[in-house]
């Protein structure tokens, strides 16, 4: 996003110095989800939003105040870049309004026509960016170090093919994820989470850390995570979110009720899945709920997979939980105010996993990195991933949407900072 947005100054030259695209970067993998208030989209489905609700919403679920102006920001741009994925891309964008998600005063997610998630994301952006004379894009060319000369950063070293070469830049925006994928450091900043399931790719491994330490760069947040209380036991896929919002209910492994699904977003459901026996629990859902849901990608693979069960009825569903018919109808009581689920049933064993980290460097507004004094490192900006994220000091703060905001809003913001600049 930042080379796309960088490019249209023609008189400026643009590598993306790209670690591997076959092991793959995360937005690859994600939903896909979109979150931005005030679209096009969200008004011609009656939906009235504004970045400034967007930004109270995420605020309201991450308590962090102090990064009200990044939380500003970044909302402020988010309509702005997924009409213009829509409009100047040509990519297929829908709103989904049938993707309530907790914390979420109005539906914000924005997705693609035929649900296929971030692959199909991905793969537009790189053949937008493909397009371009002034941009080259360089596979299987991780950056190993940065170039200071006098506290500023003046370029990087890549390596390919086992020999390295030293690259002059003007600037160098650091865009290489957090660290979820690095034993060492996530036991070092989230050992509280346990050992969860991993749900990232394997190139967040942090390697922007060290370099952003040296030079003197500050870090927030850095035990918070996006987790997800929705991976299925034994498979690694997730179920949709939604679910919960359309009945689903959550049994604890005696089979009984132990927290209301739709106050807790997936995040913040890891927590309360951990503190679980087993760390588990059994979500059950319906005809009803799964025909709401199982057009999202989530649900697909999930299916795909053999991770769901369908159980035809009262009894059987009691057997799949070990517990007695009387026992599974008690505790299939619709809490008041909601829908009762009717058989037959789909079951799921679900567990917490950790997706991606949410600490990172400070940056301000426009994504440049800020030293030991609170001044930007000249040269130096960050998105994503590397830089502090939107979910506050705690896990349970991020709101659904919140990653690919932090990376592609950075990217818009500092692909235009950069083009201005000329
Ligand atoms: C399963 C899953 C589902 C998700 N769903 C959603 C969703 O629907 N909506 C949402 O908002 N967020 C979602 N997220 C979170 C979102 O994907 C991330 O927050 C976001 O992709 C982070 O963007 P990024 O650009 O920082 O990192 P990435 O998308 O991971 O990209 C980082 C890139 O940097 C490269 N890299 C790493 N190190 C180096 C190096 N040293 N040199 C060169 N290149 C390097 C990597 O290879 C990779 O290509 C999801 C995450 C996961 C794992």
């Given at each position: 996003m930042t080379a796309l947005r960088a490019a249209r100054d023609p008189d400026l030259v643009v590598a993306v110095f790209e670690r591997s695209v076959r092991e793959g970067c995360n937005a690859a993998i994600s939903s896909g989800s979109l979150a931005a208030g005030g679209t096009r989209f969200q008004r011609e489905a009656g939906i009235e939003d504004s970045p400034a609700r967007h930004a109270a919403d995420i605020l309201a679920a991450s308590g962090?105040?102090?990064?009200?102006?990044?939380?500003?920001?970044?909302?402020?741009?988010?309509?702005?870049?997924?009409?213009?994925?829509?409009?100047?891309?040509?990519?297929?964008?829908?709103?989904?309004?049938?993707?309530p998600r907790a914390g979420m005063s109005v539906p914000r997610l924005h997705t693609d026509v035929g649900r296929l998630g971030?692959?199909?994301?991905?793969?537009?952006?790189r053949a937008a960016l493909a397009d371009l004379p002034n941009v080259a894009f360089v596979d299987e060319a991780p950056v190993v170090e940065l170039v200071v000369e006098d506290g500023?950063?003046?370029?990087?070293?890549?390596?390919?093919?086992?020999?390295?070469?030293?690259?002059?830049?003007?600037?160098?925006?650091?865009?290489?994820?957090?660290?979820?994928?690095?034993?060492?450091?996530m036991a070092e900043h989230c050992a509280d989470l346990g050992t969860p399931f991993y749900g990232g790719v394997s190139s967040a491994t942090g390697s922007a850390l060290p370099w952003l330490a040296s030079l003197g760069a500050t870090f927030r947040n850095m035990g918070a995570c996006l987790r997800s209380g929705l991976v299925v036991v034994d498979h690694g896929t997730r179920v949709?979110?939604?679910?919960?919002?359309?009945?689903?209910?959550?049994?604890?492994a005696e089979g009984r009720r132990f927290v209301d699904e739709e106050a807790h977003g997936y995040s913040s459901m890891a927590g309360v899945l951990r503190d679980q026996p087993g760390e588990r629990a059994a979500m059950v859902w319906d005809a009803e709920a799964m025909d709401a849901t199982r057009h999202s990608e989530m649900m697909r693979d999930s299916l795909a997979a053999g991770a769901i069960r369908d159980l035809p009825d009262l009894p059987a569903l009691a057997a799949a939980l070990g517990?007695?018919?009387?026992?599974?109808?008690?505790?299939?009581e619709p809490l008041p105010g909601r829908r009762a689920l009717a058989a037959p049933y789909h079951l799921a064993w679900?567990?917490?996993?950790?997706?991606?980290?949410?600490?990172?460097?400070v940056v301000d507004t426009t994504g440049r990195v800020l030293g030991p004094a609170g001044s930007p490192v000249p040269g130096l900006y960050a998105g994503g991933g590397t830089a502090c994220g939107l979910a506050g000091p705690s896990s349970s703060g991020y709101s659904s949407g919140n990653g690919l905001l932090s990376a592609f809003g950075f990217g818009w913001i500092i692909g235009d900072h950069l083009a201005a600049r000329g």
């Open positions: 962090d105040e102090e990064w009200a102006p990044v939380v500003r920001a970044l909302c402020d741009v988010a309509p702005l870049l997924v009409e213009w994925l829509a409009d100047e891309l040509g990519y297929p964008v829908e709103i989904g309004a049938d993707m971030g692959g199909r994301l991905m793969a537009h952006l500023a950063v003046t370029g990087l070293v890549v390596e390919q093919n086992g020999e390295r070469q030293r690259v002059r830049a003007g600037s160098v925006v650091l865009a290489t994820d957090g660290f979820a994928a690095a034993p060492a450091l949709s979110p939604a679910l919960p919002f359309n009945g689903a209910v959550l049994l604890d517990v007695a018919p009387d026992a599974a109808a008690a505790a299939l679900v567990t917490h996993g950790v997706l991606a980290t949410q600490g990172g460097a």
